[in-house]
């Protein structure tokens, strides 16, 4: 098994692979923690799933400091969720980022488990709101695709939601209102090759929503 793989790891293991790494950074730029400890100011917040098979900083080439980061299972924004939406307020209002990014991944168990109906305990409640994506576009998830399709296309169409649910939420509409420069994006992440598509939604004002939802969802229906 390669090292990328390897999942047996023990903490003291763990503690050495910190040591290493923070050995490398500061090899590259000596004063980079001391820098990095003065201020954060990250022009990007991303909205993405909890898998450990997604790591945000990572897959965008990011270092520590440049990107401000919330998670959980099926990158879902909902209103009633006060994690998520405190992270969205400090991140505009606080932070001042520029760019939210909604990401998706294909394979997403947590959109599988709501596209099939398996079980899998007390998260069955948070998955509901992809079951409720799921219900609202199902004539977008036709018999004719295979099951591999379907999901695929059901971890789209979620990422798609969920950037209207961003764009909806007051933190978004108020800074919107008073000028400040914030685009939302929707992107999914492919485990399979490691690279990013864009899903035809990116949002930075109010009137750009309804045509770019429209727009994303017509590719669909062909």
Not at 44 to 55: D, E, H, K, Q, T
Not at 124 to 134: A, P
Not at 136 to 161: A, F, Q
């Amino acid at each position: 098994m390669s090292e990328l793989l390897r999942t047996s790891v023990t903490p003291a293991q763990l503690f050495e692979n910190n040591r290493n790494w923070a050995d490398s950074i500061v090899s590259r730029d000596a004063d980079f923690f001391k820098k990095l400890a003065a201020q954060q100011s990250p022009e990007y917040l991303w909205i993405g799933c909890a898998g450990s098979r997604v790591s945000a900083n990572e897959l965008l080439g990011l270092l520590p400091g440049e990107l401000f980061v919330h998670r959980n299972i099926a990158n879902v924004v909902v209103h009633s969720d006060l994690n998520c939406l405190s992270v969205l307020q400090f991140a505009i209002d606080v932070l001042k980022v520029k760019h939210i990014i909604v990401c998706g991944h294909y394979g997403c168990s947590g959109v599988q488990a709501a596209l099939t109906g398996r079980r899998i305990g007390l998260a069955d409640n948070w998955l509901r709101h992809v079951q409720d994506v799921h219900q609202k576009h199902e004539k977008y998830l036709g018999e004719v695709l295979s099951p591999k399709e379907r999901l695929d296309r059901l971890c789209e169409l979620n990422v798609i939601e969920q950037v209207v649910n961003v764009c909806q939420t007051t933190i978004i509409q108020d800074a919107w209102e008073r000028g400040q420069e914030v685009a939302v994006h929707g992107w999914v992440y492919g485990i399979q090759d490691g690279l990013l598509s864009e899903l035809g939604m990116t949002i930075n004002s109010p009137d750009k929503l309804a045509p770019h939802l429209e727009r994303s969802l017509a590719r669909y229906s062909t």
